[in-house]
C-alpha cells in the first residue's frame, strides 16, 4: 500500500512537505484560522432548532459577516492573500447562510402557529347552547384566551 501511494506521487511528481514541528504547527494554525470562526455557531445553531426559538439571534450580525466575507473574497481576487484566510471566508459565508435559512424558517413557523390559534369568527355555531348535554360553551375572546394558553383547540365548560 505504501509502495503505491509513493508510485502515484512519483507518477504526478508530488512530493509531501517533510514532517516537522513546525510543519504540525503551521497546519494546526491554519485548521484553527479555517475552522475556528463557525464553533460559536455550532451551539446556537442546536439550541436553535432543539427549542424552535430564534429570538436571540441577531440576523443583521449575519448580514454584516457576509457582507465583511463576501468583500473579502472579492479582495481575494485583486490582492491575493493566504489560502486558510480565503477558505475561512468561504466556510464562514457558508456558515451564516445555514444560520439565516434556519432562522427564517424557525420564525416562519412561529408566526404560522401564532396565526392558527387566533379565532376571529363571532358567528361559529359551536359557540351556541346545547340544552340536551348541558354544556355552556364560551365565547369568542375567553376561547381565544384558553386555547392559547391551554393548548386546546375547543374550549368548553360544562353545567353542572
Known amino acids: 500500500m505504501d509502495n503505491l501511494i509513493y ?5 504526478f511528481q508530488l512530493s509531501l512537505p517533510e514532517l516537522s514541528l513546525s510543519n504540525l504547527v503551521s497546519w494546526i494554525a491554519s485548521g484553527s484560522i479555517m475552522f475556528g470562526g463557525i464553533v460559536p455557531y455550532i451551539p446556537q445553531y442546536l439550541q436553535i432548532k432543539r427549542t424552535d426559538n430564534a429570538d436571540g439571534f441577531s440576523t443583521y450580525v449575519c448580514l454584516a459577516l457576509i457582507l465583511a466575507n ?18 475561512q471566508s468561504v466556510i464562514m459565508l457558508a ?9 427564517t424558517q424557525v420564525k416562519a413557523m412561529q408566526e404560522i402557529s401564532t396565526r392558527k390559534r387566533k379565532f376571529t369568527d363571532p358567528n361559529d355555531d359551536s359557540l351556541k347552547t346545547s340544552s340536551s348535554s348541558q354544556q355552556l360553551l364560551v365565547a369568542s375572546p375567553l376561547k381565544a384566551f384558553i386555547g392559547r394558553y391551554c393548548n386546546t383547540s375547543v374550549a368548553a365548560l360544562t353545567v353542572g
Not at 7 to 11: D, P
Not at 70 to 87: D, T
Open 70 to 87: 463576501l468583500l473579502r473574497i472579492l479582495f481575494w481576487f485583486g490582492h491575493p492573500f493566504e489560502f486558510p484566510l480565503l477558505a
Open 95 to 103: 456558515t451564516m447562510l445555514v444560520m439565516l435559512h434556519l432562522c
Open 7 to 11: 508510485k502515484l506521487f512519483q507518477n
